[in-house]
């Protein structure tokens, strides 16, 4: 797409840090890190979010992910990593081109909102577990 950033960081036109590239992905540093060493995964074929993510570059991408994750780890001695992934604006998407966080984590940082725990009335979490199945497609 002509006039995403992440197309162009993706595929060379605009530099960038880059910890890895191969046929299908760059990974780079993103350039707010929530911690240095911060890694984010761009497919070098434009999509704006998982939702329209082709299957064959999804399937390459968690293996990439864990590499990338092992690596990070050696790299900073950070004590935990969290892979994160926002699709839309609710989510805290921002750049709509999919891109996925590899987030070098330390002990009591609290840098990311734990989200609430919630319950479920009897009965409900089959029903709804049961909505989303009939979903699949
Ligand atoms: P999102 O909120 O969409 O999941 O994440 C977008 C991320 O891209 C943010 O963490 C932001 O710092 C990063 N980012 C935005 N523009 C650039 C850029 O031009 N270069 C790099 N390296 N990262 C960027
Ligand atoms: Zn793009």
Same mark, same amino acid.
């Given at each position: 797409?002509?006039?995403?950033?992440?197309?162009? $960081? =993706? %595929?060379?036109?605009?530099?960038?840090?880059?910890v890895y590239?191969?046929?299908?992905?760059r990974a780079i540093?993103?350039? !707010?890190?929530?911690?240095?060493?911060?890694i984010?995964v761009? +497919?070098?074929?434009?999509?704006? %979010?998982?939702?329209? @993510?082709?299957?064959?570059? =999804?399937?390459?991408? @968690? +293996? @990439?992910?864990? &590499?990338l994750?092992?690596?990070?780890?050696?790299?900073?001695?950070?004590? /935990? $990593?969290?892979?994160?992934?926002?699709?839309? +604006?609710?989510?805290?998407?921002?750049?709509?081109?999919?891109?996925?966080?590899?987030? +070098? &984590?330390?002990? /009591?940082? /609290?840098?990311?909102?734990?989200?609430?725990?919630?319950?479920?009335?009897? /009965?409900? =979490?089959? !029903? @709804? =577990?049961?909505?989303? !199945?009939?979903?699949?497609?």
């Open positions: 797409m002509d006039n995403c950033i992440f197309c162009k $960081i =993706a %595929n060379g036109i605009i530099p960038s840090a880059t590239e191969d046929d299908d992905f540093l993103d350039i !707010a890190p929530a911690h240095k060493g911060h984010i761009l +497919p070098k074929s434009h999509t704006d %979010n998982l939702y329209s @993510l082709d299957d064959e570059v =999804a399937a390459k991408a @968690l +293996p @990439l992910v864990k &590499r994750a092992k690596a990070l780890k050696a790299a900073t001695g950070c004590d /935990g $990593i969290n892979i994160l992934q926002n699709n839309e +604006p609710a989510a805290g998407q921002t750049v709509f081109h999919l891109h996925i966080h590899i987030v +070098p &984590r330390y002990e /009591g940082d /609290g840098i990311l909102p734990v989200w609430p725990q919630g319950s479920y009335a009897d /009965g409900e =979490a089959a !029903a @709804l =577990a049961a909505e989303i !199945a009939s979903k699949l497609d």
